[in-house]
């Protein structure tokens, strides 16, 4: 795990910068404590990032869930009888990892999930340039098409004009700047670059600009446009930050709901994070989804103990990891000390931290996740790719994450059925081209119900008077709905006067009476 410090210690620190505003903003979007948020972000690094089995994926609270706890804290009567439910959650998500169904994370097609990277991306540009001009009515972390404060995504950025904030837009710019200079430039002239982080100078810029301009009400930087960490003034204060669960309420039939709402939704989302940082990571390590469902599930059903948020693995902090050179999963964990080790001694200092440098550091997360680049190889790979893309991109931006993925596997389903009416390697042809009447079938090892309209379509077209030879050799699975499919054409075959001869490895047969009597007298076809 300590191999690679070097590049672990430079990436943590950057991801430490993604995660706090999302771990306030997120907390504030769910209508919880601000600390709970923070609770969450510590546990996912240390905790989750410690159990899970991915050497790049980071953990924390996910905007995703923050609709699903508004609403549930609300009613079930307060966040304490909330926090019974996440423990539930975490208790549903052990048991999903020992019936290993993180499976499911491996079927997701690959036009989805560049699709949902590309939307992550897209929306975290939408989101963050009204915090990069100093208009930060809507918290940090929100990824759904309609705002809390009522505004959509691009209401948003229309009124920035009437609400533009000097001073984060000038120091904003400014952070930008040092965000590109060191990654198109700097990086490249020396180690030193590649250690000390952009994203860190550019932090402690905007905390420079803040105290030089503090005393001048044009160019300085209101605090509500600071990153807003509580701060506790004793020992005791601060563990009074700490929430804990009323298992009284655990006889509440809701509390089981929401806690299954939550087990399913972060398992989906972790499942979905986990299949993208794999694609994104340079190395192309395979993270163990099973493992995976099982840390998750640790880390709910502490963070539900001490006042925690919900935890998914999340694709923003993950990406910023592997942008910035996180190579194990040391750097997840150090970021989880980070925020642990800043909220405990520094939280002032980290008060002081402007959101629209934090806006700037995301932007170029956004646009490393939405290259244009990307657009042109999904249009060139064919319609079959680039429909699923842009429906899961289009959904995300103009619904949320979930909506959007949801609609891209739909439509990727519908890609999948269309190939399989066109025919495709299930079967082989020959004979049509020779005047001879007699054409042959030969079907692959495995016949599913996803074939039955193409062989429909195929016995549909055979012309009367015709030879039909099925070969089913190699079959070794016929889905029981093409059985019946054969059966029916029997009759056909008959009203045509078309002859059928099929071969097995039994021998072979004429003008069978049954295909459900035939394949039934072998159980490994039916």
């Not at 050497?55 to 869930?65: D, Q």
């Not at 042109?376 to 699923?388: D, E, Y």
């Not at 379509?457 to 012309?463: N, R, T």
Request: hydrophobic share 50%.
């Amino acid at each position: 795990m300590f191999k690679h410090i070097k590049s672990d210690l430079p990436a943590s620190i950057v991801v430490f910068f993604v995660a706090l505003p999302l771990c306030l903003g997120i907390a504030l979007a769910s209508g919880a404590p601000l600390f709970s948020g923070l609770i969450a972000g510590i546990i996912g690094g240390i905790i989750v990032g410690a159990l899970s089995g991915s050497k790049i994926g980071v953990s924390g609270p996910a905007a995703g869930l923050a609709a699903i706890v508004l609403t549930a804290i609300g009613t079930l009567g307060g966040y304490e009888n909330f926090l019974v439910a996440v423990v539930i959650g975490g208790v549903i998500q052990l048991i999903f990892g020992i019936l290993k169904a993180g499976i499911i994370g491996y079927y997701f097609p690959s036009s989805v999930i560049k699709g949902m990277l590309t939307g992550i991306g897209i929306i975290i540009i939408l989101k963050q340039i009204p915090h990069f001009f100093g208009y930060d009515a809507e918290p940090e972390g929100a990824d759904s098409f309609i705002e809390a404060s009522g505004e959509n995504t691009f209401s948003a950025i229309l009124n920035i004009t009437d609400n533009i904030t000097l001073g984060s837009t000038i120091i904003g710019f400014i952070g930008l700047g040092i965000l590109l200079l060191w990654s198109n430039v700097l990086a490249k002239k020396g180690k030193i670059f590649q250690i000390i982080q952009g994203p860190l100078v550019a932090v402690i810029a905007g905390i420079l600009y803040y105290f030089f301009t503090t005393e001048n009400s044009k160019y300085g930087i209101n605090s509500e446009h600071l990153v807003s960490v509580p701060v506790p003034d004793s020992l005791n204060s601060f563990l009074g930050q700490f929430s804990f669960p009323n298992f009284s309420a655990i006889t509440n039939p809701e509390v089981w709901v929401t806690g299954f709402t939550i087990a399913l939704v972060a398992s989906l989302e972790t499942l979905l994070c986990v299949e993208a940082t794999d694609k994104l990571d340079p190395h192309k390590n395979v993270t163990p989804t099973n493992r995976e469902l099982l840390a998750q599930g640790t880390g709910n059903i502490l963070s539900g103990l001490v006042g925690g948020l919900p935890i998914t693995q999340v694709i923003v902090r993950s990406s910023a990891n592997i942008q910035s050179g996180g190579r194990t999963k040391f750097s997840a964990i150090l970021h989880g000390f980070l925020l642990l080790i800043s909220v405990i001694l520094i939280p002032t200092l980290l008060n002081k931290i402007p959101l629209s440098v934090l806006a700037a550091v995301l932007l170029v997360v956004g646009y490393k996740l939405a290259k244009p680049a990307l657009f042109k190889q999904m249009i060139r790979l064919g319609w079959k790719q680039w429909v699923p893309f842009f429906v899961t991109v289009i959904g995300i931006v103009f619904t949320d994450l979930l909506v959007g993925i949801g609609l891209g596997l739909l439509v990727g389903i519908v890609v999948i059925l269309i190939k399989s009416f066109q025919n495709s390697h299930f079967l082989h042809k020959e004979g049509e081209d020779v005047d001879d009447g007699k054409i042959k079938m030969t079907l692959a090892e495995e016949v599913t119900f996803f074939n039955k309209g193409a062989i429909l379509k195929e016995l549909d077209k055979l012309p009367v008077n015709s030879y039909l030879e099925l070969d089913v050799r190699k079959t070794k699975y016929l889905d029981n709905d093409i059985i019946e499919i054969l059966e029916d054409f029997i009759i056909k075959a008959k009203e045509r006067n078309i002859d059928i001869k099929l071969i097995s490895e039994r021998g072979i047969v004429e003008n069978p009476n049954s295909f459900v009597d035939f394949f039934k007298n072998k159980p490994k076809l039916a």
